[in-house]
């Protein structure tokens, strides 16, 4: 959902006249509030939207490249090089385990077959299933630097002999915690650019469908937020959500939020769609400021 809870909360909690309480207290819970939902969003966007956009983006690249079929190319010397495209041809596999190609020579590969039978152990099974999953699932962008940050924050929090020693004027590792935060302070502005240069390639890329735009802005504007007050209103009354405003805000807040500049950059990674996702980011971020404010009124009427 962005970083956008980070300045919007604080803000909020300084408005005189606020349904939430003290702003010393108000900011204390909603940043809290606030950055329980980014982690796990974080986790959600780097292991489930990642693996959607790895596979979407392979699929796209494969009705790009045609067929997919690997072919050899010939050389002066006799091997294989890459040169002009009349000397191409496909690779085929033979009965006899061997590939000849056109001209004058041939690469042949022996058949090899092994005698007997190889006993594999379950230790090697387990980890050659294990290698497997990883490779599918690209175990390696889990570990982004948010998801692991979320990942530590998580067991700072749960374990209570770390959090003493971190968390607190008296902790013994209190700049730990003073540098943490030093960080995460800086990091605001720097997403900030990021989603300015994000938003000037949405200027400059190139144009795509109006009414896909118009589709996009109106689901994330209009009908998620709805949405989310139907299912914030029923839980509440079901007694699954707590009855604290500031957090009913936060999580209906969630539903009015533009696209977090994750995905922009999960796109840029795999080279795809990075132009009509930068297009989308200009206009949905273009209208946050109405939007925002908007349903941000909605909500504490609501909750308030």
């Not at 294990?130 to 690209?138: A, F």
């Not at 990021?194 to 689901?219: D, T, Y």
Request: with cysteine; proline share 6%; charged share 15%.
């Amino acid at each position: 959902m962005g970083h956008l809870p980070l300045i919007v909360v604080p803000a909020i909690c300084t408005e005189k006249g606020s349904p939430f309480g003290t702003p010393d207290i108000c900011h204390k819970y909603g940043m809290a509030y606030a950055s329980l939902s980014m982690a796990i969003g974080a986790i959600y966007l780097w292991s489930y939207v990642y693996n959607i956009v790895r596979v979407s983006s392979s699929k796209v690249n494969k009705d790009v490249n045609g067929d997919g079929s690997t072919r050899i190319l010939k050389s002066t010397e006799g091997m294989p090089a890459l040169l002009e495209e009349d000397y191409s041809e496909f690779l085929l596999p033979s009965n006899d385990c061997s590939i000849s190609l056109k001209y004058t020579h041939e690469l042949t590969f022996p058949c090899t077959k092994p005698n007997g039978t190889v006993k594999v152990s379950d230790f090697d099974k387990t980890w050659q299933y294990l290698r497997m999953i990883s490779q599918k699932l690209n175990l390696k962008a889990l570990f982004a630097p948010s998801t692991t940050g979320a990942f530590i924050g998580f067991t700072i929090g749960v374990v209570p002999q770390i959090r003493n020693l971190i968390i607190g004027g008296n902790a013994p590792l209190h700049v730990v915690q003073d540098s943490a935060s030093l960080l995460g302070d800086a990091a605001i502005p720097i997403i900030t650019l990021i989603v300015g240069g994000n938003l000037l390639r949405g200027l400059k890329g190139p144009g795509i469908c109006l009414s896909l735009v118009v589709g996009v802005i109106a689901v994330r504007y209009v009908f998620l937020p709805l949405l989310g007050i139907v299912i914030i209103k029923t839980a509440v009354r079901f007694g699954l959500v707590h009855s604290d405003p500031l957090y009913q805000f936060i999580l209906l807040l969630q539903y009015a939020l533009p696209p977090a500049m994750n995905i922009g950059t999960i796109t840029q990674l795999f080279k795809a769609g990075e132009s009509e996702c930068s297009v989308i980011m200009l206009w949905t971020y273009g209208l946050a400021s109405i939007s925002l404010t908007l349903w941000s009124t909605v909500f504490m009427w609501l909750v308030g």
